[in-house]
């Protein structure tokens, strides 16, 4: 009687080209990983910087309309009691004039966040025009 073996399992040939396909698949899926930890910190560090421009925003609209001046702003920054809840951000408030004359008691703000990420610095700038009044002013006639 003659014996019919047939060879059970893989040879070396499969397993090497199946340990590439799973390397290589492997791979991918830590880089994504990676880049979506990225752009989630970095979605993080950008809402971070929002609420830090908004709270400054807000603390120089209040002191602007209670009739504050831009020296006075500059003498005694409202909203440096807030930036005791953003440790490691630096904030950097500019001052400027409307650019058109019919505006009247209006301040074109310019806030930068500045902070460290991974080791690298990073800032986000953000404009907003200030209205001493809630209604525009236009100049009267004479």
Do not use: C
Request: no cysteine; hydrophobic share 45%; net charge negative.
């Amino acid at each position: 009687m003659n014996r019919i073996v047939k060879e059970a399992g893989f040879t070396l040939l499969e397993v090497v080209i199946a340990l590439g396909i799973l390397t290589v698949g492997v791979t991918v899926a830590i880089s994504l990983f990676t880049a979506g930890t990225a752009a989630h910190k970095r979605a993080i560090d950008r809402v971070r910087a929002i609420e830090v421009s908004e709270q400054v925003f807000a603390a120089l609209e209040g002191a602007f309309r209670d009739g504050a001046t831009v020296t006075d702003l500059v003498a005694r920054p409202p909203w440096r009691s807030t930036l005791d809840r953003w440790p490691g951000v630096n904030v950097e408030v500019r001052y400027g004039a409307i650019p058109k004359e019919q505006y009247i008691d209006e301040l074109l703000v310019e806030v930068h966040v500045q902070w460290i990420s991974r080791g690298v610095d990073a800032e986000e700038v953000f404009h907003q025009i200030l209205a001493r009044t809630r209604s525009v002013r236009l100049p009267t006639e004479q």
